[in-house]
């Protein structure tokens, strides 16, 4: 991998809090006050089933430049925060977690502080 002679370093607590494309915000879940997370992802496609579609209610899958897609709807998204009522609690996909973890990594929803 070429630098192009740009100096390679560790990024700061500030500047790391702008980086996007982890999406921690979609490894996290809460639905009906219980929280979750994902345990059946290890890449992008692995995220079949992770989410019911918000129409119709079956599972969705990712397909074409990665969006999820519902077959029998015929209707496709590219962001999870679409699904956010939708987990597909039903496959193990997603594990129950409890509150603590989660606000571990969302501290600002802790209303217990």
Request: with cysteine; charged share 25%.
């Amino acid at each position: 991998m070429s630098t192009n002679n740009e100096q390679v370093r560790q990024l700061n607590e500030n500047e790391l809090e702008q980086v996007n494309g982890g999406h921690k915000e979609y490894q996290y879940a809460d639905k009906n006050g219980k929280y979750y997370k994902a345990v059946g992802a290890r890449c992008a496609l692995d995220w079949n089933n992770a989410y019911l579609c918000p129409r119709c209610g079956n599972p969705v899958h990712r397909g074409m430049f990665n969006k999820f897609y519902c077959d029998p709807c015929d209707c496709n998204w590219y962001f999870e925060y679409h699904f956010a009522n939708s987990l597909n609690l039903s496959n193990g996909f997603w594990k129950e977690i409890a509150a603590e973890e989660y606000y571990r990594v969302y501290p600002e929803v802790d209303e217990s502080n």
